[in-house]
């Protein structure tokens, strides 16, 4: 823009002598179109500049984040003759959630806890499970997500590894922690009341406690109880279907 008003201002001299190199009849007259020419080139030269600058600026480039999935994590369960075997009695909730007795395969136990306790193993069994040889992927895919997926999905594969460790009449193969009921955060812990696993063709009710240390690479602590069977006309009420 200062340019224009710079040349507006020298050429302006010359614009007035091309007026007046004419008979003064005719001057008036060529004064008038000659300035209209010069200042409409001049305003035109000023539209541009703004034109210009105003340019589309260029796209921002998104960023994609992938989270992995749960069944990514439980790809890398695999059956292990080293479980740590927790003691205690199958406890379920009945399907308007009090609890029950279970009438689930009986537990590799002859000591039964109270009615309703939940299970404590003594061993946690998700860290020996993603160290096994040949996941070193999942483990990258963990180390990949936010803090609070992490948890989760630490909570879940130890839930996995528990329940087939205390049963191996359970083949979990899939966890859903917020089934029935939101999960809830206390601290540092996860609380899950209305979860739900697969296991041989079925959704079975479960509830887990799970504590994961503050750098988020293992399982501190963890209780859990089995529920009842989920049955199938229940199945869509809360997002459930067959699983593979």
Known sequence: MLVFILAHLRLRP????????????????????????????????LLIIPMRQLADPE?????KVDVISFDVLRSIQATSNQRAKSSGAAVELSNDGDLAQSDSPSPPSSVKPAYGTL????????????????????????????????????CALEALEQIHAWNEAYIPERMVSYSFDEVRYEGPRIIADGATFWSKDNWHRLKFECEVSDDLQRVLDFAFFVGVIVPKDQWERHNLTKYK
């Open 14 to 45: 010359i614009s007035m002598r091309l007026c007046q190199a004419y008979s003064p009849e005719r001057s008036n007259a060529h004064s008038v179109l000659i300035s209209v020419a010069f200042h409409g080139a001049l305003l035109l030269g």
């Open 59 to 63: 796209p921002e480039t998104s960023i």
């Open 119 to 154: 299970i404590r193993p003594t061993t946690m069994l998700s860290g020996s499970a993603l160290a096994r040889k040949g996941n070193a992927e999942a483990r990258g895919d963990l180390a990949g997500i936010t803090p609070e997926e992490r948890r989760e999905q630490l």
